[in-house]
């Protein structure tokens, strides 16, 4: 029997071949342009805060596929799936205080949306390789 650091590493050699992964870079890649537009006055303030939870889905991810234990890289991703919920806050503060359009707001609630589905279908994946290594011990 092989043990689940083997049985991952079999699975994926780094965390930049994750859908997920990519997927939240998308976002992040997004957001970086997005927020270029932004006034002055929010530079330590949204433009901050969305840019700090936008690398944050992206890092989250990265740390967590370095832990050993299934669980903790399914916390990492938890944290993951949060940012993006704060961005989608954030993203209706943005439109509510005049910063982005009603379409930039859509544009990235559909790339948020997709790193969501997508983040959630790995947690879903590292729970099912958590069960089975569970009971095979």
């Known amino acids: 029997m092989k ?4 049985v991952k590493k079999e699975s994926f ?15 992040r890649k997004f957001i970086a342009e997005l927020i270029k537009k932004y006034p002055n006055d929010e530079k330590y303030r949204l433009v901050d805060d969305m840019l700090r939870a ?12 370095g832990r050993y234990h299934y669980q903790e890289n ?12 704060e961005l989608k806050d954030q993203l ?8 982005i ?19 959630n279908g790995y947690i879903r994946y590292l729970s099912n390789r958590k069960s089975q290594y569970s009971n095979n011990q």
């Open 3 to 6: 043990n689940r650091d083997t």
């Open 13 to 27: 050699k780094s965390f930049e071949e994750l859908e997920c992964w990519k997927a939240c870079r998308e976002v």
């Open 54 to 65: 936008s690398r944050s889905t992206t890092h989250n991810i990265a740390e967590g596929f």
């Open 74 to 85: 399914i916390q990492f991703c938890n944290q993951s799936c949060s940012s993006l919920f």
């Open 92 to 99: 209706i503060c943005s439109l509510d205080e005049d910063c």
């Open 101 to 119: 359009t009603k379409d930039e707001k859509e544009k990235s609630f559909e790339l948020i949306d997709n790193a969501l589905v997508r983040l």
